[in-house]
């Protein structure tokens, strides 16, 4: 199974600041990584697509990069909306894994 | 818009079981793939289950394989999963989710979610 990796665990930071979450993969997975955003009590919903394709609706704020095994999800300025836990998903092969997730909170 | 209802959850003892339902409505059900993720209480996300839109395919995390087993009435526009030889480290929430093609991925819709709770 291939193991997906996000650093930090934890991120404290401000409105307004920019926010990076590195997330990695144990094999190279091309470009076959999704990012989704979930606050407590509610389904997760997909912010970015195939690394770098941003979702219909998702503000333009959110970024993603990456290919092969480093990927990164960037907030370019962080708005009170966007505290919640972030998580990494492979879709390059079943079973399809997650990363342990990147909890952003108000420092 | 698309809507995806989960029912069937529930506290059930180890070694019961239990079927999950998920109504969909709001798209054509029949051509996408389908798929169960659940989430064990203040836990990250974990894949479950796969199933293709023309049930031709299925693929299971290996934590669930010959205990669990994924469905779909196409007719019906429903999804189910089926949960046999429970534990209690199958305690989780239990989201219903769809595919944004034909299950290659990525998930562009989820339910609310079902508990379902293992316990003697």
């Known amino acids: 199974d291939i193991q997906m990796t996000q650093s930090p665990s934890t991120l404290s930071a401000s409105v307004g600041d920019r926010v990076t979450i590195t997330c990695r993969a144990s094999?190279?997975?091309?470009?076959?990584l999704a990012w989704y955003q979930q606050k407590p009590g509610k389904a997760p919903k997909v912010l970015i697509y195939?690394?770098?394709s941003l979702e219909s609706g998702v503000p333009s704020r959110f970024s993603g990069s990456g290919s092969g095994t480093e990927f990164t999800l960037s907030i370019s300025s962080l708005q009170p909306d966007d505290f919640a836990t972030y998580y990494c998903?492979?879709?390059?092969?079943?079973?399809?894994?997650f990363g342990q997730g990147t909890k952003v909170e108000v420092k | 818009q698309v809507q995806l209802v989960e029912s069937g959850g529930g506290v059930v003892q180890p070694g019961r079981s239990l079927r999950l339902s998920c109504a969909a409505s709001?798209?054509?059900?029949?051509?996408?793939?389908m798929h169960w993720v659940r989430q064990a209480p203040g836990k990250g996300l974990q894949w479950v289950a796969v199933?293709?839109?023309?049930?031709?395919?299925?693929s299971y995390a290996d934590s669930v394989k010959g205990r669990f087993s994924i469905s779909r009435d196409n007719s019906k526009d429903t999804l189910y999963l089926q949960m046999n030889s429970l534990r209690p480290e199958d305690t989780a929430v239990y989201y219903c989710?769809?595919?944004?093609?034909?299950?290659?991925?990525?998930?562009?819709?989820w339910g609310q979610g079902t508990l379902v709770t293992v316990s003697s």
């Open positions: 709001g798209f054509t059900f029949s051509s996408f793939g």
């Open positions: 989710a769809k595919d944004w093609s034909d299950g290659r991925g990525p998930i562009d819709y």
């Open positions: 195939k690394a770098s």
């Open positions: 094999q190279s997975i091309s470009s076959w």
């Open positions: 199933i293709s839109y023309l049930r031709r395919s299925e």
């Open positions: 998903q492979q879709y390059n092969s079943y079973p399809w894994t």
